[in-house]
């Protein structure tokens, strides 16, 4: 089974807007087509993006319970790392080690992200690094093979 850490940006996305494509992704991680890794660090920025982000907050309404009760689906769903090790890696943005040190901890085969600096490294230690458009191509193939 595929091992996965989608990053918070691709969570951010599914909240809010149900129907597009990274709400599939967290629809078919719902339904176990793939091991989904999160760690709490990953939950926190999802949060603090929903909730803080002027831009988002003027643009999209929604209540700040629905988006703790939107976190806490997926701590019921997720297999969570514990603790995350300190890989200090991402140059431009170091604020993606995270995702990445989840990815390493779990030992997933893929980060789903839309955040150039990751993609940019296309993999780091095994870890294939795709976009969400790559990996659910890679779920329907899986499918129907």
């Known amino acids: 089974m595929l091992s996965v850490v989608l990053d918070s940006a691709i969570l951010v996305s599914a909240f809010l807007s149900e129907g597009g494509l990274s709400f599939q992704i967290l629809q078919q991680g719902r339904i176990g087509k793939f091991r989904w890794w999160c760690a709490e660090e990953i939950l926190q920025e999802t949060r603090r993006v929903l909730l803080e982000e002027p831009r988002i907050r003027k643009k999209y309404h929604y209540t700040n319970e629905q988006v703790n009760d939107f976190l806490e689906s997926i701590r019921a769903l997720v297999s969570m790392v514990p603790s995350l090790p300190h890989i200090p890696m991402i140059e431009r943005d170091p604020t993606d080690d995270k995702i990445v040190a989840c990815a390493l901890h779990a030992r997933a085969h893929y980060i789903v992200t839309r955040d150039k600096d990751l993609l940019d490294l296309k993999s780091y230690r095994g870890v294939r690094i795709i976009t969400p458009e790559d990996f659910i191509t890679l ?7």
């Open 139 to 145: 779920l329907r193939r899986a499918r129907r093979g």
